[in-house]
């Protein structure tokens, strides 16, 4: 029986300014996996700069034994939607366990874990912490430091990386779209964020990170960064990362559509009741940087106004180390309200003030748009958070 071929391992390719997690930890940090039975925390949408997946790369890496995969929120296939329970299955080519994170359970069990020496963690992640993965890689450095088993995070950029935004949890408030403490858009790799998981906790883990060699956090994607690779159906791209925590509220307000479904979800925002230019005015009068709102029209995929044309307006991403995605959202949000009424947009059919509250770790911003309060006005409820975590944060930080 012939050993299988590895695939090679550049140290970053030509085409690519940097080097990914995957890349570094296989060219420089093998050791960490050298003779371990290796369990692979991720999905589709990670890959190295050749296009491989992480599972491909470590399946067929001569010295370690990948025993079991693990599916957050979406599946391991990347297809599942929103909110989608998903069930565990076995890889057909392989014949390995695909245990799902997001069914029965979402932490890894102490069986699941029985045959396994070392997790290695690599997804593509928003820096958000609504964007469940962040949770799920909770539970799994929680269920890894139980059963005493080492975890290795390949590490990879996240839109929006320069900065935070937003409030941080309110425990009261915690959930599955809300399990760590740090501000909405908290602006951390999956490496940083493990880090500043492990303190926050206080776990006893054996965690290593495995950079990205060459990267510079204040970059934005170029012609020559990887081909995004959509890491659940709505993110399609790397805008609607960025601006996911902007406009996720619409998931909780019917009233109001945010493009799901298209190829801009999160990118947009519409309804046949709003005048669209005049939400752009006021918008543009607020002085928010990093940002600027253009006119558009699109056809509904979903929600109340599936298959409705809707006039509205575009948010585009000017300065990405300016931006303040969740400023802008509550911004936005209280612009549409002054527009629309206060009952439209809150007590439409299908409104769900619980879930609102989950996505923001908070009530403070639901009752404050509700008392009228502008946008910046809301904003600055977070802002006395901002110092705290400011600190913990920067002690996490890599690059």
Not at 94 to 110: H, K, M, N
Not at 187 to 209: C, F, K
Not at 247 to 262: H, I, K, N, R
Request: charged share 20%.
């Amino acid at each position: 029986m012939t050993s299988p071929r590895p695939v090679p391992i550049p140290a970053a390719s030509p085409q690519l300014p940097f080097a990914l997690g995957i890349d570094s930890l296989l060219d420089t940090h093998r050791a960490w996996l050298a003779g371990r039975r290796v369990g692979l925390v991720s999905h589709s949408a990670a890959v190295d700069g050749h296009g491989h997946t992480t599972a491909e790369r470590l399946k067929e890496c001569p010295d370690t034994s990948l025993v079991a995969l693990f599916g957050p929120e979406h599946g391991y296939a990347g297809l599942a939607g929103a909110g989608e329970a998903t069930t565990d299955a076995r890889h057909a080519a392989w014949d390995l366990p695909i245990y799902s994170l997001y069914g029965e359970t979402r932490r890894p069990t102490p069986a699941m874990l029985a045959g396994v020496d070392v997790l290695v963690v690599d997804f593509q992640d928003l820096g958000a912490r609504p964007y469940t993965y962040v949770s799920t890689l909770r539970l799994v450095l929680e269920a890894a430091a139980a059963e005493g088993k080492r975890v290795v995070v390949a590490d990879r950029p996240v839109p929006l990386a320069a900065g935070f935004d937003g409030p941080l949890l309110d425990p009261a408030h915690a959930s599955f779209v809300g399990l760590v403490g740090t501000s909405m858009q908290y602006g951390m790799t999956p490496g940083e964020a493990a880090r500043w998981i492990v303190g926050w906790l206080g776990l006893g883990l054996d965690l290593r990170v495995a950079p990205v060699r060459g990267y510079d956090r204040d970059a934005c994607p170029g012609p020559d960064w990887p081909t995004w690779v959509p890491p659940s159906p709505r993110i399609r791209s790397w805008e609607c990362g960025a601006l996911f925590t902007c406009t996720v509220a619409g998931e909780a307000l019917p009233a109001v559509d945010y493009g799901s479904g298209t190829n801009r979800s999160f990118q947009l925002i519409g309804a046949p009741w709003l005048p669209a230019d005049d939400l752009i005015a006021a918008l543009t009068a607020d002085g928010l940087p990093g940002v600027s709102f253009l006119p558009c029209s699109y056809e509904a995929r979903s929600g109340l106004y599936a298959g409705q044309r809707l006039a509205g307006l575009q948010i585009v991403v000017t300065d990405a180390a300016r931006f303040q995605p969740v400023t802008v959202g509550v911004s936005i949000l209280a612009s549409l309200q002054a527009l629309g009424g206060k009952a439209r947009l809150w007590e439409t059919p299908g409104t769900r003030p619980e879930f609102f509250d989950k996505l923001f770790g908070t009530s403070a911003v639901r009752t404050a748009l509700q008392d009228g309060l502008a946008g910046a006005a809301v904003a600055a409820l977070w802002k006395a958070d901002r110092a705290a975590f400011a600190a913990t944060r920067e002690r996490c930080l890599l690059y």
